[in-house]
């Protein structure tokens, strides 16, 4: 078997690193992880050494080289279907494939003004900017939606841990950062999140890593 590599960011500011991570994680494959630090004047350098984009993450598996969160998460599952990445019924597979890429694209308000941050607790100073409460009332409402029509399968957004989860994990930790209040009914997706066991392990390094002062 081909050995499997991550290049990830700064673990307590990378979001994009952390999709494809706990996606990675949920195939139950072994992999090497290879982290580079974010805002250091040898960022860019580092991640030229693996990343064609300039970017991170970035799976290396054998010969194949994949950049773009989506695209390393695309590809996972097809590379390991036994790990149902995607929802089995069409229907909701289709629905969490359209949810994953709004996240994808969208929520650009949302991103620019409560960026990822892991060890923080504070308040966002964007919080009233243009286009934040309409974001996250958006993203309450599709995980309320989604839990609705396919959560008596298990506490995720589709029964079961999928892509789309690794999508939004990092919205709840934007959430809990800034003190986002849950609703009700999100509360246990929240916990569901959180408590993954690949989460709580990147949560634990990210606490370990050096602040960043942009982020602050």
Known sequence: MSELTLVVGSKNYSSWSLRPYLALAHT????QEVLVPLDTPETAALIALHSPSGRVPVLK??????????S?????????PEARLW??????????????????????????????????????????????HADIARIQALWAGCRERYGQ?????????????????????RFVTYGVPFRPENTAYRDAVLGLP??????????????VARYR
């Open 61 to 70: 598996h054998g010969d194949t080289l994949v950049w773009d969160s989506l």
């Open 28 to 31: 139950g494959q072994p992999f």
């Open 198 to 211: 690949a989460m709580r392990k990147w949560t634990e390094a990210a606490r370990g890593e050096p602040e």
């Open 72 to 80: 390393i998460c695309e590809y996972l599952a097809e590379a390991f």
């Open 87 to 132: 929802p089995a019924d069409r229907v909701a597979r289709a629905l969490a494939r359209s949810v994953t890429s709004e996240m994808h694209s969208g929520f650009q308000a949302l991103r620019a003004n409560l960026p990822m941050n892991i060890s923080a607790r504070k308040a966002a100073p964007g919080m009233d900017a243009p286009g934040v």
């Open 153 to 173: 399968g298990g506490p995720f957004l589709f029964g079961a841990f999928s892509i789309a989860d690794a999508f939004y994990a990092p919205v709840v930790t």
